[in-house]
């Protein structure tokens, strides 16, 4: 993956003032190597994304997606990376991970009542798992359901799970963090633990 950063005040140089743009904070920096250079099961791409400009000084974004042998999306993502050298109320620090998953779930999972808190489940068990070391979590699950009627293929009905979090970190190594989303992708995906096979029903 290819690193790119927005700094602040990050527009086009005005009055023929050619010098180059200040660098990045080397925390922030740091954190953007650690996201790139992790490297992640072979089921799942990972790619830069272009990240949001006003949400912090900082920013980087990566999309993480995991495609089936038909090219379905089995579950799509996205971890943001926000850094504000003067810190910010909110966040409790100055680095703070934005993520967001989604996934078609299986109609059994579907129709469970404590699909929402399994799904945030998944989330913190995958950071625990990693010891990706957090605080200052939030977020929110939604489960949706959707019938579909008419000439339109697939099943008649699907349920899909949507999850919003972010958190604090402390340190500029976040290939922990990146993992766990990884980690957290999978299961909403129903693929097995890494290096487990599973068992074909055939």
């Given at each position: 993956m290819t690193a790119t950063t927005v700094s602040e005040g990050g527009g086009g140089a005005s009055?023929?003032?050619?010098s180059p743009p200040p660098a990045p904070p080397e925390i922030?920096?740091?954190?953007?190597?650690?996201?790139?250079?992790?490297a992640v099961r072979s089921e799942v791409r990972v790619e830069p994304l272009r990240p949001p400009q006003r949400l912090a000084p900082y920013s980087y974004a990566v999309s993480a997606e995991i495609i089936d042998g038909e090219g379905k999306d089995l579950a799509t993502g996205r971890l943001v990376l926000l850094h504000d050298p003067d810190g910010h109320e909110a966040w409790d620090g100055v680095l703070r991970l934005v993520a967001y998953a989604s996934a078609e779930l299986d109609d059994e999972?579907?129709?469970?009542?404590?699909?929402?808190?399994v799904g945030w489940s998944w989330l913190t068990d995958s950071l625990d798992e990693r010891a990706a070391a957090y605080r200052a979590a939030g977020g929110t699950v939604t489960q949706t359901t959707s019938t579909r009627f008419g000439d339109l293929h697939g099943p008649r009905t699907a349920v899909s799970i949507e999850l919003r979090a972010s958190w604090?970190?402390?340190?500029a190594d976040l290939s922990p963090h990146l993992l766990a989303f990884v980690d957290l992708l999978c299961t909403a995906a129903g693929l097995p633990p890494e290096g487990v096979t599973a068992l074909s029903s055939s």
């Open positions: 009055g023929g003032d050619t922030f920096r740091l954190a953007v190597e650690s996201l790139t250079n992790t999972m579907g129709v469970d009542p404590m699909l929402p808190a604090t970190v402390d340190t």
